[in-house]
């Protein structure tokens, strides 16, 4: 017999039948068309290159799982109905369960 789930999030263990939810959050970066570097009049062509030089170090140093979850990363929980309604309550708090534009389905 396998063991109980827990709760992602109380570590509660999560009966078989108990009233539990699936949460799953997809991290994407987002890109508003602005290039920092661009942007900076002073920037000089020996500045941009020194700066690609050490964005490529820094990446060369990553892993492809470490530079991908830098991208999208998709985290899936499962949680008790307490954990599911402070969560809510936590959103709602900082306004994303209102009419704030966030994508709420």
């Known amino acids: ?6 709760c992602h999030r109380c570590l509660r263990p999560l009966a078989p039948g108990a009233l539990k939810f699936s949460v799953r959050l997809a991290i994407t970066a987002d ?12 920037a000089s062509e ?5 700066s ?4 490529l170090a820094q990446a060369a140093a990553l892993s492809e799982e470490e530079l991908l979850a830098g991208v999208h990363q ?5 949680v008790c109905a307490d954990c599911r309604r402070a969560l809510l309550a936590g959103l709602a708090a900082a306004g994303f ?7 709420v389905q």
């Open 74 to 78: 998709e985290v899936a929980l499962l």
């Open 1 to 6: 017999m396998s063991a109980e789930p827990l």
């Open 52 to 55: 690609l030089v050490k964005a």
């Open 31 to 42: 890109f508003d068309g602005h290039l920092a570097a661009a942007a900076e009049e002073s």
């Open 46 to 50: 020996a500045d941009d290159e020194a």
């Open 97 to 103: 369960l209102r009419d704030s534009g966030a994508m």
